[in-house]
C-alpha cells in the first residue's frame, strides 16, 4: 500500500517485486521457519525447567524484595563509579585510538587503498570480538581488576568509534578542503581547518554515544574479573545475597538511565 | 541585463585593454589535462597572462575551463605541459615548494567554500595557513599584522560588522565577499576565480564582479576568471579567451569577440543571447 | 573614521577573546583523567609487566588448535539455536508490546507500563540478564534464550513502538471507517506502513542475538560462550584461539546473511 519502493513510480507494472525477488522471499522465509524448526527439535532444554521457569523467576524476584539499600554506601557505590571511571576511560582511551585508524580508513584522507583496507580490517576485527572476550583476554594478560576492563572497553570501541568517525569524514564536503589546499595549506592545517570544524559534531555524537553503550557494557565486565560492579554482582550472586543483588541492579538500572539522559540533554546542545 | 546596465556607474575604472607593460606573470605550454588516457579535456593549451588586467576565459560548461584552471594551481594534476608562474615551472614542484608557490596564487571558487562553521573572520585568515606556523593555527594566536589585514580586507568588502558570525550564516552574495577576501588574504601575485558568479542573482553577480576587478586593481594583482556569461566577461575583462571542446578557439579584446565566435564557442542554437 | 577604527578592535577583542570556559572544562577534562587513572591504580610498571606477559599469552595462542572441533561444532550449533529461538519468540513478542507502548494508538495508561517495561529491558546487558535467569532457573541453553528473548523485546519493541508513531494516521481512519474491528485496523492500517522497517530491525536484532548467543554461555546461559570461558579458565590459550576465529567467522557470515536479507526485503 503505502510502502513504495524503488519501483518504477508508473506505468502498466504493478508489481512492487519481480518474480525472483519474490522467489526470494519465499525461500527466506522458508528456510526462518526450518531454522527455527530445527532449532526447537535440537535445542537440549529439559522441559520441566520450562514449564516451571515462571514459577522460579517469581520465586528469585521475591527473594529479591525489599533491596537492601543498606548495603550500597558501604560496598556498591564505590563500584558504580569505578564502573563509570572505566567506561569514561576506556570510551576517551579509545577515541585516541581510533581517530588515526579512522583517518587511515578514510578515502579522502589517505588516497592508498593498501592502508585503507588495513585499517577497515582492523575496525572490523575490534568490533567482531565482544567486550567480554576483550575483557578475558586482558585480564589474561594485566591480571583481574579495572586496567583490564579499561582497555577492553577500548579496543571494543575502537571498531564502533573508528568506522563511524571514517564516515563522517568522508562525508566532509571537499569545497571547503580544496580552497585551503589552493591557499598552500600543509596536510595537518587541513585537518586542522577544513576537516575537523566538518567532523566535529559528528564527533562528539560519536563520542557520547559510545559513552553510553560502555556505561551498560562496564558492569558486565566484573563477571569476568574485570572490575565495577559487575564483581560485586558476582560476589553477591555467588553468596545468594538476593536482597543485595537487587540493589545492585537497581544502581545499575539508575546509573544507565541517568547517563542516557545527560547524553540526550548534551547532544541537544550540541546540535 | 537592465539590472547589470544600472550599476555601470563605477565601470569608468575599467582596466586598461592589452596593455602588457612588464613581463608575463603565468604562462601555459602545452600544457593537457586527459582524467582517462587518451580522451584529454584540455589539450596542448599555451596562454600567456599579462602582469595586470582581467582575463576572462569564456565557453559552455564541460570544456575544460575549470579543469585549466584547476591546473595552475594543481589543484588538478595535468598529464603534461608547464606552468610557468614568474619562471618557475609549477609542474615540476612537490611538498613545501608546490604549498609555497600555491599560497601566491588567490583562489575564487563557485560553491565560495568557506569552511561553513568557523567564523567569519577565521574564514579569512585560513588564508594565511599557507604562511602561518601549525601551532598558531592550533591556538588561533595568528600574527597581530595577519589579523589587522584581515579586518581591514572585510571591512573594504563591507562585512566587519559580520566578523563573528559563523560563515553559513551569510547569504550567497556575503560568503563570495568573503571568498574574494580570502583570496586576496593569501597576498597573491595572482587571483584565480572558478565561476564566481554563477550560483548568484545577477544584480549580485555585477556586484561580486565590480568588487573583484576593483579590489585586485588596487593591489594590482591580475585576475583569470573562469565565467560562462559572456556579458559579464566583455562588461569585466580586458581580455577574453574563448574555449571549445578544450582548445582555445579566441584570444583576443573584448571587442574583436563577434557572433562568428561565439557561434563557434557555444554553438550555433544559442548564439543570440549571448550579445548583453 | 576613528569612531569606526573603534567599533572594529572591539569586534577584533570578540572574535579573538580567549575561550575561559572551553579551557576551564578542558582543565577539567585533564584533571579527571588523571584523578579516574589514579582512583583505577593504573601504573606504568603493571601496564610494562602485562606487555611483556601479553607477548607470551600471544605466543601460546598459535599455532590454534581444532582438534576437538567437535566439542566447537557442538558449541558453535547450540549458540545459533539459542539466537535463532531468541530471535523469532522475541519479535514475535515485540509486536504486541511494541504496539501497547505506540502513543498514538493507545491511551496512556497502557502505554506508560509498556514504556517501563521495555526501558528495563534495554537497560540491562543481555548478560546480566542471562546471569539472573541462570541463577533462576538453571545452567543451560534455556537461560540463555530466555535473556536474549527479554533483551530484543527492549530493542525491536521501541523501536517498532516509533515507527509505529510515525505513521499517517489517516489511512487508519481509512480502514476504521470501513468498520474493521481493532485487529483489523491494525492489521490493514498499521502493518503495511511499518512492516519494511520492521524487517530491518529484525534482521538487526538476528545479528545482535547471533553474537550475544556466544557470549551468554560464559555466565552459564548455554552455548560456545561456556566452551570458551573453561578454556580460559584452564590457559588452554591455543584452543580459546580457535574458538575465537569460529565464533568471528560465524558472526561475520551473521553479518553477511543479514545484510543480504536487508537487500532483499527493501
Known amino acids: 500500500m503505502s510502502v513504495t519502493t524503488n519501483s518504477p513510480p508508473s506505468g502498466p507494472n504493478w508489481q512492487r517485486f519481480t518474480p525472483a525477488q519474490r522467489l526470494a ?124 576492563g579499561t582497555i577492553a572497553i577500548a579496543f571494543r570501541s575502537i571498531g564502533f568509534v573508528g568506522k563511524l568517525f571514517a564516515e563522517a569524514v568522508e562525508e566532509a564536503s571537499p569545497g571547503p578542503v580544496e580552497a585551503l589546499t589552493a591557499a598552500g595549506a600543509s596536510w595537518p592545517a587541513l585537518l586542522l581547518k577544513g576537516y575537523w570544524p566538518q567532523v566535529q559534531p559528528a564527533f562528539w555524537s560519536i563520542a557520547l554515544f559510545r559513552w553510553d553503550i560502555n556505561v551498560r557494557e562496564s558492569a558486565v565486565l566484573g563477571l569476568v574479573g574485570a572490575g565495577g560492579i559487575g564483581l560485586v554482582l558476582d560476589t553477591a550472586m555467588n553468596f545468594f545475597q538476593w536482597t543485595r543483588v537487587a540493589t545492585i541492579l537497581l544502581a545499575i538500572f539508575t546509573v544507565v538511565v541517568l547517563a542516557e539522559i545527560l547524553v540526550t540533554q548534551i547532544r541537544k546542545r550540541l546540535i | 541585463m537592465s539590472v547589470a546596465e544600472d550599476q555601470t556607474s563605477r565601470s569608468a575604472e575599467r582596466a586598461p585593454a592589452g596593455k602588457v607593460t612588464r613581463d608575463n606573470v603565468l604562462s601555459l605550454r602545452g600544457l593537457t589535462k586527459a582524467y582517462e588516457r587518451g580522451k584529454p579535456v584540455i589539450s596542448d593549451i599555451s596562454l600567456d597572462f599579462p602582469a595586470r588586467g582581467v582575463v576572462a576565459i569564456i565557453g559552455p560548461s564541460g570544456t575544460g575551463k575549470s579543469t585549466l584552471i584547476r591546473c595552475i594551481n594543481r589543484l588538478v594534476e595535468p598529464t603534461s605541459g608547464q606552468v610557468l608562474l614568474g619562471g618557475t615551472d609549477l609542474t615540476k614542484l612537490r611538498g613545501a615548494g608546490l604549498r609555497a608557490a600555491r599560497r601566491e596564487i588567490g583562489m575564487v571558487f563557485q560553491e565560495y567554500n568557506l569552511v561553513e562553521r568557523l567564523s567569519v573572520i577565521e574564514n579569512l585568515l585560513c588564508g594565511r595557513l599557507g604562511y602561518v606556523p601549525l601551532w598558531r593555527v592550533w591556538m588561533r594566536r595568528y600574527p597581530d599584522e595577519d589579523i589587522a589585514h584581515a579586518f581591514a580586507l572585510l571591512e573594504r568588502v563591507g562585512l566587519a560588522d559580520f566578523a563573528t558570525r559563523r560563515a553559513d550564516a551569510l547569504s550567497g552574495g556575503q560568503r563570495q565577499r568573503v571568498g574574494i577576501a580570502r583570496a586576496v588574504m593569501q597576498s597573491p601575485r595572482l587571483l584565480l576565480a572558478d565561476e564566481p558568479t554563477s550560483s548568484l542573482d545577477p544584480r549580485t553577480s555585477v556586484e561580486i564582479m565590480e568588487l573583484m576587478r576593483d579590489m585586485a586593481a588596487e593591489r594590482d594583482i591580475p585576475v583569470i576568471i573562469n565565467i560562462h556569461d559572456v556579458a559579464l566577461a566583455r562588461r569585466f575583462a580586458s581580455r577574453i579567451v574563448g574555449m571549445s571542446g578544450g582548445s582555445v578557439v579566441y584570444d583576443g579584446p573584448p571587442e574583436g569577440l563577434n557572433d562568428d565566435h561565439l557561434t563557434q564557442i557555444y554553438g550555433r542554437s544559442e548564439t543570440g543571447g549571448w550579445i548583453g | 573614521m576613528n569612531k569606526r577604527q573603534a567599533e572594529l578592535d572591539q569586534i577584533r577583542a570578540v572574535a579573538f577573546a580567549p575561550d575561559w570556559r572551553m579551557r576551564a572544562v578542558w582543565l577539567g577534562f585533564v584533571a579527571y583523567v588523571i584523578y579516574a587513572t589514579g582512583q583505577l591504580n593504573f601504573t606504568w610498571e603493571r601496564f610494562v609487566v602485562g606487555l611483556d606477559r601479553g607477548a607470551t599469552f600471544l605466543g601460546r595462542m598459535f599455532p590454534p588448535e581444532f582438534k576437538r572441533w567437535e566439542l566447537l561444532a557442538e558449541g558453535l550449533l547450540e549458540s545459533l539455536q539459542i539466537a535463532i529461538i531468541s530471535s523469532a519468540v522475541g519479535i514475535l513478542l515485540s509486536l504486541p508490546i511494541g504496539l501497547l507502548a505506540a502513543r498514538n494508538l493507545m491511551p496512556v495508561a497502557v502505554t506508560v507500563p509498556a514504556r517501563a517495561f521495555i526501558a528495563l529491558a534495554r537497560s540491562f546487558h543481555p548478560i546480566i540478564i542471562a546471569i539472573i535467569f541462570v541463577k533462576a532457573i538453571g545452567f543451560g541453553p534455556l537461560a540463555g534464550i530466555l535473556a536474549l528473548i527479554f533483551a530484543s523485546i527492549g530493542f525491536v519493541a521501541k523501536l517498532f513502538a516509533e515507527a509505529i508513531e510515525e505513521i499517517s494516521l489517516k489511512q487508519v481512519e481509512a480502514v476504521r471507517a470501513t468498520g474493521a474491528s481493532f485487529m483489523g485496523v491494525v492489521i490493514m492500517g498499521v502493518l503495511p506502513q511499518v512492516f519494511s522497517r520492521f524487517i530491518g530491525f529484525a534482521t538487526y536484532q538476528l545479528d545482535s542475538n547471533l553474537r550475544q548467543s556466544t557470549m551468554v554461555g560464559i555466565v552459564g546461559g548455554g552455548g560456545i560462550g561456556g566452551t570458551l570461558f573453561s578454556a580460559f579458565r584452564r590457559f588452554d590459550y591455543d584452543f580459546v584461539c580457535a574458538i575465537l576465529i569460529s565464533i568471528i567467522a560465524m558472526i561475520m557470515i551473521g553479518e553477511l546473511i543479514a545484510s543480504w536479507l536487508r537487500k532483499t526485503f527493501q
Open chain 1, 25 to 148: 522471499r519465499y525461500a527466506v522465509y522458508l528456510v526462518a521457519v526450518m531454522a527455527l524448526v530445527w532449532s526447537v527439535r535440537n535445542v537440549s532444554i529439559i522441559p520441566e525447567f520450562l514449564y516451571d521457569a515462571h514459577n522460579q523467576m517469581a520465586d528469585l524476584l521475591t527473594r529479591m524484595w525489599p533491596p537492601d539499600l543498606s548495603y550500597y554506601p558501604t560496598t556498591v557505590h564505590g563500584a558504580l563509579i569505578e564502573t563509570l571511571h572505566i567506561a569514561t576511560l576506556g570510551t576517551i582511551l579509545s577515541i585516541v585510538m581510533a581517530v588515526p585508524i579512522g583517518l587511515m580508513a578514510a578515502r579522502n584522507i589517505v588516497p592508498f587503498r593498501v592502508v585503507n583496507e588495513f585499517a577497515k580490517l582492523i575496525l572490523v576485527a575490534s568490533r567482531s570480538v565482544n567486550s567480554l572476550v576483550w575483557a578475558l583476554l586482558f585480564v589474561a594478560i594485566f591480571g583481574p581488576g579495572a586496567l583490564a
